[in-house]
């Protein structure tokens, strides 16, 4: 089964919603797995909302009918209706049982929604994905998020293929069966939606743990995945119980169940899955070693483990009432993960990995035509919802929610919350009733920000009055239009500010006859305030938006002295950052217009500084030296060049590289390559981190020998963060040594699903022109597969989304080889193509050249007969059609 050439919908409005008419209070499934076809008996007790008299209706995909009755009684074909995807059975009534068989084909199913088969049909194993309207392609139900049953699953297999047998909720029995078959059933004892449904079935190997939750209970963690990589699911493991162990004592939230089964799988859509005692992980946020995983993915992988944890409360205990909802789960989960990431490593750092994550996918979404609010008034194809303004801006607001009410108010808020809406579906008015009626604030006005699309953009302007010692700092915002919403109304804006003295000291700030220490904040909800700060003895520099406490775009006039100043003097890691960003973004814009050095002179001068001074964490250091991304600066330009950037991005490395010295550069990444191990501690990635930013920065001044070093690294590397740096370095100027480094990497991990993704990817990032020939010629090596998410992203997502100046060519050859593919996918797996599609947003602000062949590129797209209407979306709203 494909979901290729589904017809376009009429779109969906959160205008139109209503209670459900038809709901299920429990539901019964039995489930005959097999590969090529499994056969679902469900029986559904069924309950109506006298108020809305209108026959029973409900959704089914891709299902083979085989039988059905009603309380009891076989229907002939003329007691039901089964058409354009909708069971229709009249003679129901309150209380009325409905049960249906049905027979679908999960070997055939190559969208991975639904029931499907992961690996090979020798050795792979059965697994579904509900989220969001996946049950309708397993059996017929009214696949809402608000008709929450209790569950009861009984599964059936032959044993010596499918010895493991798994669904959620607790275990309910299990037994043998005739034929070399068995059997095992599974009871959930809390209502949850359809979405959350969830079965496993094959050859599968477990680690496990016994763990006490802090009331008490004693529950069972495992982890499941195929047997030669259950070694690397210990990492995981001990991130589950972390994340348990940080929302008891964070947020009182306890696990509920018996046993909490997570498994691994190579063929996702998703990053993970929070189904109700059995999450389903993507392999690669779940399998982790020294040998295969980066730094930074380990941190992932912590990080993904505890956002699907954290879901068996924000998202499974308290769901949402519809998908327009959708950022209730997700982006309240996401900040949840964040805090807890945070907890876990280094709060500066998480925060500035967060805001980077933030302007290289939403800013761009939000400012193109793909642009729609937190919480969309319209969609046609749900699964073009999980976007980073749902996930990643919807965590902002939550945050600036949090920052609002601070720690302890936050708390409180979250505690009513649960209490209210425990084994319901809310609303986001629910989420902020509950945090507001906890606080004894009105926090409505903070719902502006989930309708409307766009990001603000916050205008500083300070004035200092030398004769009254006042600053006074003028605060104004405006939104651009974005797609379908013209007109824009002011939103609360919450800035938290210092103010430092031309030394480099904090000031006490007085506001308006208070006292408010050195750090303040101020709420800005008109298009334009006036704040006065008293006795304040000097011109004084601001520090705006600390901990970026709002997500809009700061623009204020600074010098290229003031912001050396933050860079140098700023206690808030997040604001020292950002001043950097802001220094080498006034630098990046003289060497564009070849005008005035003093700002890259400023931004050298001070990081030359700073790398001189050992008391600075590494970690910190390696992105204070790391200049914007080539997106984020596209995103400031009316009209793009990407190969242009590429450039000037460059050139502006090499003067902090000359400012440096080969000399400095080449003893501290000796000291940092003889003293770093493979220790997973917070100081040893930091000093791997930036021996990698030196070593790329070594490559700018003195090539020969940066290669030669990361050739050597490359062979003595004893863990991925170190081997896949080097081979990064190598790689991407094209070194000598690349050939042979890329020939052992590909030999070493031929085995290894998620090392062969990052070869991929790799390569699929070298700049310029030639990236295309390589792109194409990977598509011949015999593990490349479209069929697969990760290794189609690996390729094709790294190519489009993260190599502007090689994806955005001229000659257009870019934009037509992604386009083919994405036909060529849409026909496999609809959402992994429209996602992959996305690439194409903001495809307007190229410049002319390759605008003209963007748009000939998507045009010749949309005209492609049976296109999903997944990617028919995508592709109509990129085009404004």
Same mark, same amino acid.
């Given at each position: 089964? &494909? ?6 919908s ?5 205008? =139109? ?64 209706? @089964? ?5 229709e ?29 992961? /690996? ?41 293929r ?24 599974f ?17 599968? =190997? ?12 004693k ?70 070693n ?6 930074? $993915? ?95 801006k ?11 009410l /601070? ?13 209210r ?15 507001? =009626? ?5 926090l ?14 916050? @205008? #500083? ?12 700092? &003028? ?47 101020v ?31 700061? $623009?204020? @006039?600074?010098?290229? #002295? ?39 002179k ?27 991304g ?58 791997r ?47 000598p040594?690349?050939?042979a ?16 993704d ?12 030639? #990236? ?29 989304? #993260? ?5 955005h060519?001229?000659?257009?050859? /870019? ?26 947003? /903001? ?39």
């Open positions: 089964m &494909t979901l290729a050439n589904k017809p376009t009429s779109p969906i409005r959160l205008r =139109d919603y209503r209670h459900p008419a038809w709901s299920v209070d429990s539901v019964e499934l039995d489930v005959d797995l097999g590969i090529d076809t499994t056969e679902i008996t469900s029986r559904l007790t069924l309950r109506q909302d006298i108020a809305q008299a209108l026959p029973l209706r409900l959704d089914g995909e891709g299902l083979e009918l085989l039988a059905i009755s009603l309380d009891g009684r076989s229907l002939d074909a003329t007691q039901y209706r @089964h058409e354009h995807n909708v069971l059975v009249p003679g129901a009534r309150d209380g009325s049982v409905l049960e249906t068989r049905v027979r679908i084909r999960p070997a055939a199913n190559t969208a991975l929604e639904g029931l499907y088969l992961s /690996g090979p049909r020798e050795t792979g194993f059965l697994l579904t994905q509900c989220e969001a309207e996946g049950f309708r392609h397993i059996t017929f139900f009214p696949d809402r998020p608000d008709v929450l049953a209790r569950y009861t699953v009984t599964l059936r297999a032959d044993r010596e499918f010895p493991v047998l798994l669904a959620g909720g607790n275990p309910d029995g299990a037994g043998e069966l005739a034929d070399g078959r068995h059997w095992a059933r009871i959930d004892p809390h209502p949850r939606p359809c979405y959350l449904f969830a079965l496993v079935a094959g050859q599968l =190997d477990s680690i496990r743990r016994d763990y006490v939750t802090a009331e008490g209970r529950i069972t963690l495992v982890m499941w995945s195929e047997a030669h990589v259950i070694d690397r699911c210990h990492y995981a493991l001990d991130a589950l119980e972390r994340s348990m162990r940080w929302d008891e004592r964070s947020y009182g939230r306890n696990y509920d169940l018996d046993v909490f089964h997570v498994v691994a799988t190579h063929d996702f859509n998703m990053g993970a899955m929070e189904n109700k005692g059995l999450n389903i992980f993507n392999a690669k946020y779940l399998l982790a020294p040998d295969s995983t980066t730094d930074e $993915e380990y941190r992932a992988v912590e990080a993904v483990v505890a956002h699907e944890y954290f879901h068996n409360w924000t998202g499974n205990r308290v769901t949402c009432r519809d998908w327009f909802q959708l950022s209730l789960k997700e982006g309240l989960t996401v900040f949840r993960e964040q805090q807890f990431s945070a907890e876990m490593n280094s709060p500066s750092l998480k925060r500035i990995e967060d805001v980077s994550l933030l302007r290289r996918t939403q800013f761009p979404e939000d400012a193109g035509p793909l642009a729609h609010p937190v919480r969309p008034a319209e969609y046609r194809e749900i699964n073009n919802f999980y976007t980073a303004t749902v996930y990643e919807g965590s902002e607001l939550v945050r600036m929610l949090a920052g609002r /601070g720690q302890d108010g936050f708390r409180r808020g979250m505690d009513l919350y649960f209490e809406h425990d084994g319901n579906a809310a609303t986001l008015e629910d989420f902020l009733a509950a945090l507001g =009626d906890a606080n004894h604030i009105d409505m006005p903070y719902l502006a920000w989930y309708a409307q699309s766009g990001t603000p953009r916050l @205008h #500083a302007k300070g004035e200092y009055d030398p004769a009254r010692h006042e600053y006074a700092l &003028t605060l104004s915002q405006q939104t651009r239009a974005t797609p379908r919403q013209s007109e824009k109304i002011p939103l609360p804006i919450p800035v938290k500010l210092s103010l430092f003295d031309h030394s480099g000291q904090m000031l006490a700030l007085h506001l308006d006859g208070h006292h408010a220490g050195t750090e303040t904040v709420v800005a909800d008109k298009a334009s305030q006036r704040f006065v700060f008293h006795d304040v003895p000097s011109p004084p520099v601001p520090s705006l938006l600390r901990g970026f406490s709002a997500p809009v775009v700061l $623009e204020c @006039h600074y010098t290229p #002295a003031e912001l050396a100043l933050l860079l140098t003097h700023d206690a808030d890691g997040f604001n020292r950052w950002e001043a950097s960003q802001q220094l080498a973004t006034l630098a990046f814009d003289t060497l564009q217009d070849a005008t005035d050095s003093s700002a890259c400023a931004w050298c001068d001070a990081l030359a500084a700073l790398f001189e001074n050992p008391g600075i964490d590494d970690a910190l250091l390696a992105d204070l030296m790391t200049p914007p080539e997106i984020e600066f596209a995103d400031r330009q009316s009209e793009v060049d990407p190969a242009k950037i590429h450039a000037l991005r460059r050139n502006l490395e090499h003067h902090l590289a000359r400012r440096l010295g080969v000399s400095a550069l080449l003893d501290r990444y000796q000291a940092l390559h003889a003293d770093v191990g493979q220790q997973l501690d917070a100081a040893s990635q930091a000093k981190r930036l021996k990698r930013r030196v070593l790329e920065l070594l490559a700018l001044v003195d090539t020969d020998q940066a290669h030669t070093l990361a050739a050597r690294q490359y062979s003595s590397a004893t863990g991925m963060t170190d081997r896949l740096a080097a081979l990064g370095v190598l790689v991407r100027a094209r070194a040594q690349a050939p480094a890329l020939a052992d990497f590909r030999q070493r991990y031929a085995d290894n699903p998620l090392a062969l990052k070869w991929f990817a790799e390569q699929a990032k070298v700049p310029g022109d030639d #990236a295309l020939a390589g792109v194409m010629a990977l598509e011949s090596d015999p593990a490349f597969t479209l069929k697969n998410p990760n290794r189609a992203r690996a390729l094709f997502g790294s190519f489009a989304s #993260a190599n502007p100046s090689g994806f060519r001229t000659d257009g050859a /870019g934009y037509r080889l992604l386009a083919e593919r994405l036909a060529q996918l849409d026909a496999l797996n609809p959402q992994i193509a429209a996602r992959l599609a996305t690439a194409f947003n /903001g495809w307007q602000r190229l410049e002319s050249v390759r605008r003209e062949a963007a748009r000939a590129a998507l045009e010749k797209l949309a005209r492609h007969e049976g296109l999903s209407r997944n990617l028919n979306e995508i592709i109509g709203n990129v085009l404004q059609r």
